[in-house]
Nanobody
Framework: QVQLVESGGGLVQAGASLRLSCAAS????????MAWLRQAPGKEREFVAA????????RYADSVKGRLTISRDNAKNTVYLQMNSLKPEDTAVYYC???????????????WGQGTQVTVSS
């Protein structure tokens, strides 16, 4: 089992920045590919960004490229999502997720956090 706990969400104005954190416990964190996904009210959950187990490879949704950056610190068992130039359309509950493998860019993860709310006002 892997437990994931997100933090760092909040209410900000358009153009502001936030950094989300996801702390993992349980199994060996460095064995898991990690990702951030989000779900806005009335919409389906969507992929935001993913990072390989080593941290060497990343992938982003087109809608966030150049504004959001995923990173990880395997020594701290934590994955981050740095969010810059936030837009109202970024408003959603953000979830971190873990996949037991070196790399994964899908949406079917084995472990999920409880989510953290990000609200961007115009």
């Amino acid at each position: 089992q892997v437990q994931l706990v997100e933090s760092g969400g909040g209410l900000v104005q358009a153009g502001a920045s936030l950094r989300l954190s996801c702390a993992a416990s349980g199994r060996t964190f460095s064995n898991y590919a990690m990702a951030w996904l989000r779900q806005a009210p009335g919409k389906e959950r969507e992929f935001v960004a993913a990072i390989s187990a080593s941290g060497a490879m990343t992938r982003y949704a087109d809608s966030v490229k150049g504004r959001l950056t995923i990173s990880r610190d395997n020594a701290k068992n934590t994955v981050y999502l740095q969010m810059n130039s936030l837009k109202p359309e970024d408003t959603a509950v953000y979830y971190c997720a873990a996949f037991p493998g070196p790399i994964y860019y899908g949406e079917s993860y084995d472990y999920w956090g409880q989510g953290t709310q990000v609200t961007v006002s115009s």
